[in-house]
């Protein structure tokens, strides 16, 4: 700290020393405003959380209640999940043509390539860095969540 306070001595004179001292004195001044303002808000927000939070929670239980399997139990939450199980399983012959046709018109664009419009080009070109922003988030979560590599 005492090398940028002769470095603005030397560059500006006293007056330049001065002012990177009080610039350092109310940046920690503003920080610690800025801290005590948002531990603040966060009391505020967990307080009306506290006190509206049962309310919400009643209220989309009230609104989802066909939803709800009464009495909850081992076995009906065993029965749903094989219910769901062997309903994507049964939607796989429609996902599976919905593919194909994808794919065929994937192969008729591209025997039509010379005919290709720069929009969609520039869709397909936004396509494939989605696909791939979404493949690198995939490798990030499963690495642990580190950009550098894999936990040993």
Same mark, same amino acid.
């Given at each position: 700290? /005492?090398? =940028?306070?002769?470095?603005?001595? =030397? =560059? ?24 005590? !303002?948002? !531990?603040?808000?966060?009391? !505020? ?17 009230? !609104? ?19 219910? #769901? #199980? ?10 599976? /043509? ?25 869709? *397909?070109?936004?396509?494939?860095? /989605?696909?791939? *922003?979404? %493949?690198?988030?995939? /490798? ?9 590599? %894999?936990?040993?």
């Amino acid at each position: 700290m /005492e090398d =940028k306070t002769n470095d603005a001595l =030397k =560059k500006y004179g006293p007056a330049g020393a001065g002012l990177c001292k009080d610039f350092r004195r109310n940046f920690g001044e503003l920080m610690a405003s800025k801290i005590t !303002q948002l !531990q603040s808000q966060a009391c !505020q927000a967990s307080k009306f959380v506290a006190k509206h939070g049962t309310a919400y929670y009643k209220q989309l239980l009230e !609104q989802n209640k066909q939803y709800i399997v009464e009495p909850p139990s081992v076995e009906k939450c065993n029965e749903l999940s094989k219910q #769901l #199980l062997y309903t994507r399983l049964a939607s796989i012959p429609g996902r599976y /043509e919905a593919f194909l046709k994808e794919l065929d018109s994937v192969k008729q664009m591209w025997k039509n390539r010379k005919e290709l419009k720069v929009e969609d080009a520039g869709i *397909a070109a936004l396509f494939g860095l /989605e696909c791939f *922003a979404w %493949y690198c988030a995939g /490798e990030i979560v499963g690495r642990g969540f580190t950009f550098t590599g %894999y936990y040993p």
